[in-house]
């Protein structure tokens, strides 16, 4: 009879991978069973230029009106509600993937803004949010005086 050393993390990796594989035959690959219950999020992209910070953000099918942005501090926040366009009628649904409900989306920016001079865009489902940075955090090039 031979020995071997049993290695419990490694079962507790196999369980999990045939739980993974339960769900993805159940639900379909990726989805867990999870998203109803799950909040909406916009998916955001930040990008940093020497004079700016822009933050674009995901946020179809809703109007202008509809969206909030504040900024406290070096925190931004993006809120709003997409509504649901469905109407009670008597159809059965076989498939309802889209997303309802509020959102609410807060991102620390990497440096500090000027508050008064941030501008907001609204096209095409995409919200573009252009951060001027403050004077003071902008890079300045030193030169330096050769003897």
Not at 97 to 102: A, L, T
């Amino acid at each position: 009879m031979d020995l071997t050393v049993w290695k419990p993390f490694r079962e507790v990796s196999r369980l999990r991978r045939e739980m993974d594989r339960l769900w993805d035959d159940y639900f379909g690959p990726g989805r867990r069973g999870l998203e109803p219950m799950e909040a909406w999020v916009p998916a955001v992209d930040v990008s940093e230029s020497d004079d700016k910070i822009t933050v674009k953000a995901e946020v179809p099918g809703l109007e202008a009106k509809d969206i909030q942005i504040s900024l406290v501090g070096d925190v931004l926040s993006v809120k709003g509600e997409k509504k649901s366009e469905r109407e009670e009628k008597k159809e059965n649904y076989h498939l309802v993937e889209r997303s309802y409900g509020s959102f609410s989306r807060s991102l620390k920016l990497p440096a500090s803004v000027d508050a008064d001079k941030i501008e907001a865009t609204y096209k095409q489902g995409v919200l573009t949010v252009e951060c001027p940075k403050k004077e003071e955090v902008k890079p300045k090039a030193i030169d330096i005086k050769a003897e």
